[in-house]
């Protein structure tokens, strides 16, 4: 659950948050490194009255800075590819649970059971009980077991919506005739909020 003034992420519930953490934070150090540098070679120049007519026009400076970038952008996309791919991934799923947005509430099916399907309808700010969070509430919340692999089926009778669980990592679209799927892995017990 996030709390006001909150700079980072939630914390990570799932393996796959857990990996999109781990990324930011190496995506974020290179940015970092590469900002500093930038920084101080552009208060050098302001500074300094000293140029070096050679440096200037060398081929391999050139080749430094055209090979360089070429090599960051390999380390940034190698672990973007390998966290999307894992997404994607779809491994022998132990439930699956049908998520239809509609226009004001969500309706849920347990389809590995027969006639278990609810709707869930945000509770009003008029009738939210002391400590219950306003826009977030429910009045019936979706239950999943932890330490199994849940798919995720998730569509729209009316318009576009959006499914997301952002302590799970997950983010998926709810779009009219169309049907997307996602999974999810809780690693520990708890309440999580999503929109």
Do not use: C
């Not at 659950?1 to 990324?23: C, V």
């Amino acid at each position: 659950m996030a709390y006001p003034m909150q700079l980072g992420f939630q914390d990570a519930t799932s393996p796959i948050m857990e990996e999109l953490l781990h990324f930011h934070d190496h995506t974020l150090m290179i940015v970092f490194l590469i900002s500093s540098l930038v920084l101080y070679i552009i208060s050098l120049m302001l500074t300094t009255k000293l140029t070096h007519t050679s440096t200037m026009d060398a081929q391999e400076v050139e080749t430094v800075w055209t090979i360089l970038p070429a090599i960051i952008l390999i380390l940034i996309a190698l672990p973007s590819l390998r966290i999307l791919y894992m997404m994607d991934e779809i491994n022998n799923p132990s439930l699956t649970v049908k998520t239809m947005g509609h226009q004001w509430y969500w309706s849920y099916e347990y389809t590995d059971y027969e006639d278990l399907s609810f709707d869930s309808y945000m509770i009003p700010t008029s009738e939210l009980k002391p400590g219950e969070l306003r826009l977030l509430e429910v009045d019936n919340r979706v239950v999943l077991p932890m330490e199994m692999t849940i798919r995720m089926l998730v569509s729209s009778e009316d318009v576009l919506h959006s499914w997301a669980v952002p302590s799970l990592g997950l983010k998926t679209d709810a779009i009219p005739g169309r049907l997307n799927q996602t999974t999810l892995m809780s690693t520990r017990p708890g309440l999580y909020y999503g929109q």
